[in-house]
């Protein structure tokens, strides 16, 4: 006999060719029905026993989810089965949509591994919901909304606070997410991503930041958002508050990292204690800073 865990349990699989075949299916076998898009997340939760489906709904073959646009003054729209490759080789053929979304870019590029990144979505990567993933931080620093789609209509949901824990979101068991569209960045707004990851796929903790008039206080936009340091991506305001002060953009981001240290809870596990992490969450948000302020 094999054994319980580390293979799959029996389960339908079907591939629907529109979005109105597989939002019929996800309606009549609602709570049944699990989304399979890139599957690395869905088939191994499934085979830790972690989630149960009796039906798998392949969406990989329609057409409308595999799409990428740049709206100017809007954003970016990713559709729901564009993989990270493929996000990858549209910034790098657009170089000027690249330098807005440069987090975007640079996340996505430290996303699993090459092969991985060959199947792995970025909507995927956000719903899973694992505390270590590299797609929700950009998401959440560009204010990206996904669009829900059942047979009951549709509705636009902010990324943040959308994941509520592994494979646990708000979203309804009917839904499909087809899409996400990243924000467009203040005008002249540098961005970027950092990951401390130590010989691991996964980061001990990882930065995404944004940085818009650094030298002007009255117009500072500074954003930053933490993750693999806590279950859900860490937004630290009081640390973002601090840029609104009158005070040079360095002593700025010299209060914001003491403030991300009193601010945080980390997690502690075999790979780094809470208070390592507290650490380099505070170090590694300081260079980013500086670095994204400087133009480096």
Request: proline content about 7%.
């Given at each position: 006999?094999?054994?319980?865990?580390?293979?799959?349990?029996?389960?339908?699989?079907?591939?629907?060719?529109?979005?109105?075949?597989?939002?019929?299916?996800?309606?009549?076998?609602?709570g049944e029905a699990k989304i399979l898009n890139g599957g690395i997340g869905v088939l191994g939760f499934m085979k830790e026993r972690?989630?149960?489906?009796?039906?798998?709904?392949?969406?990989?073959?329609?057409?409308?989810?595999?799409?990428?646009e740049y709206m100017p003054g809007k954003g970016l729209v990713v559709g729901a089965t564009v993989t990270a490759n493929e996000l990858l080789q549209y910034l790098e053929k657009n170089p000027e949509i690249k330098?807005?979304?440069?987090?975007?870019?640079?996340?996505?590029?430290?996303?699993?591994?090459?092969?991985?990144?060959?199947?792995?979505?970025?909507?995927?990567?956000?719903?899973?919901?694992?505390?270590?993933t590299d797609a929700p931080g950009p998401a959440i620093l560009f204010e990206a909304e996904v669009k829900a789609v059942s047979t009951r209509g549709e509705r636009v949901l902010p990324v943040e606070g959308l994941v509520l824990g592994p494979m646990m979101t708000s979203l309804e068991p009917d839904e499909?997410?087809?899409?996400?569209?990243?924000?467009?960045?203040?005008?002249?707004?540098?961005?970027?991503y950092v990951k401390f990851n130590p010989g691991l796929e996964y980061?001990?903790?990882?930065?995404?930041?944004?940085?818009?008039?650094?030298?002007?206080?009255?117009?500072?936009?500074?954003?930053?958002?933490?993750?693999?340091?806590?279950?859900?991506?860490?937004?630290?305001?009081?640390?973002?508050?601090?840029?609104?002060?009158?005070?040079?953009?360095?002593?700025?981001?010299?209060?914001?990292?003491?403030?991300?240290?009193?601010e945080i809870e980390p997690l502690s596990d075999p790979y780094a204690s809470a208070e390592y992490r507290r650490y380099l969450?505070?170090?590694?948000?300081?260079k980013l800073l500086i670095k994204l302020a400087r133009g480096e």
């Open positions: 006999m094999s054994a319980p865990y580390f293979t799959l349990p029996e389960f339908k699989y079907v591939k629907p060719q529109t979005l109105e075949e597989a939002l019929k299916i996800l309606a009549e076998n609602a972690m989630i149960e489906a009796k039906i798998l709904v392949d969406i990989k073959g329609i057409k409308e989810l595999k799409k990428i330098k807005k979304f440069c987090a975007l870019y640079e996340s996505t590029s430290e996303l699993a591994d090459a092969i991985l990144r060959n199947r792995a979505t970025i909507i995927g990567n956000i719903l899973e919901g694992l505390p270590y499909i997410v087809t899409e996400i569209l990243y924000k467009e960045p203040p005008a002249g707004a540098r961005t970027g980061g001990y903790v990882n930065v995404a930041a944004l940085v818009a008039n650094p030298d002007n206080p009255q117009k500072r936009d500074v954003r930053i958002v933490i993750t693999s340091a806590t279950t859900l991506p860490f937004r630290p305001k009081a640390a973002e508050e601090v840029f609104k002060q009158d005070i040079p953009f360095e002593k700025a981001a010299e209060l914001a990292a003491k403030k991300i240290e009193e969450a505070s170090t590694l948000t300081y």
